[in-house]
């Protein structure tokens, strides 16, 4: 009977310590890029696509070329309405023509004549009426005309002042905003055209081209989309428990499977709390019931070739569990 129970006993202990299942060193992980999409503000139609899927371009190379005949309708209508403003500007700002101004000099010349004639008139009238040798209404007459020579030959010099000082100052504020604001719609127009060619932001990978030549491309629309060349970085789940041997900030190995076991040092970036089962990067997670997961991120210390990696491709994190 005793050697029963200690048999069972036995067994108990070793069932026991069977189920304790322990820890991996070994996790697997997808290799990831951040992913940029190029866009147009303007809507237009694809005129020319110069890059082609699975191409690395630069920033600042052009990748396509738009059509915009809106644009260029606007484009002469902006510098029609600007020449327009400027001519405005311009005569506020001179006045009258050579011919006006010619003419109103005349016209100044002739009433001074008149105003110093019917002055004179007037000096000889005023003597005549002390000495009492002209009636009262032949001096009035006279002292009438005088007045009427005097406000003429004023309202031509003011006349004459205007144009060639130009239009009033409110006028030429006017005419000032109007040539502005139409300068303002010819820089619209500039940048609008601008926008024809469809630059890279950043270097880039091109993975798809979502538009061909001669379709429409609306604003906001992604016409190319790809993964940035410095942008590669690895995404591994891993349970609670085996959190002890990673923080922010250490340095992890990593092996290619497809590249036969190739191996790069990696920096553990982040940790988070994964929330839900379709985020999980690892294929075959071992993880308890209860046990919560976390995703970490790595990015490799040294850039050269990790911009060859394989996006989507699995890496295999190598845990030092003995520390």
């Known amino acids: 009977m005793r050697k029963y129970i200690s048999i069972l006993g036995i067994a108990a202990l070793m069932q026991s310590c069977s189920n304790e299942t322990p820890l991996k060193n070994t996790f697997e992980g997808k290799i990831e890029r951040d992913q940029i999409a190029v866009t147009t503000k303007i809507p237009g139609k694809i005129h020319q696509i110069l890059v082609s899927e699975g191409d690395v371009v630069q ?16 484009s002469i209508q902006a510098k029609g309405a600007l020449e327009s403003a400027e001519a405005q500007y311009k005569m506020a700002v001179k006045g009258a023509t050579d011919n006006q101004l010619k003419q109103l000099r005349a016209k100044r010349d002739g009433l001074r004549e008149q105003f110093e004639f019917a002055q004179k008139s007037l000096n000889r009238m005023q003597n005549l009426i002390k000495d009492s040798l002209v009636a009262q209404q032949q001096y009035d007459e006279v002292y009438m005309k005088f007045q009427g020579a005097k406000n003429q030959y004023l309202a031509v010099q003011a006349e004459l002042a205007d144009a060639e000082n130009g239009a009033r100052i409110e006028q030429q504020k006017m005419a000032l905003g109007q040539k502005e604001r139409a300068i303002g719609a010819v820089s619209e127009v500039d940048v609008a055209t601008k926008e024809r060619f469809i630059i890279a932001p950043q270097n880039m990978t091109i993975e798809t081209i979502n538009l061909k030549v001669g379709e429409l491309a609306l ?32 340095k992890q190995q990593l092996s290619f499977p497809y590249l036969e076991n190739k191996k790069i040092e990696a920096e553990v970036v982040s940790i988070k709390t994964l929330s839900s089962y379709a985020n999980i990067a690892t294929a075959y997670p071992d993880f308890e019931q209860q046990e919560s ?16 990696l394989l996006t989507k491709a699995t890496f295999i994190l190598h845990l030092d569990n003995t520390k």
Do not use: C, W
């Open 59 to 74: 920033a600042g190379d052009t990748l396509m070329i738009l059509e915009f005949p809106e644009v260029e309708a606007k």
């Open 219 to 250: 604003a906001g629309y992604s016409l190319i989309s790809g993964y940035l060349v410095d942008g590669t970085y690895f995404r591994v789940t891993i349970p609670e428990k085996q959190l002890h041997n990673l923080t922010v900030g250490s």
């Open 293 to 308: 997961l976390f995703e970490v991120k790595l990015k490799p210390v040294q850039k050269d070739g990790s911009d060859k």
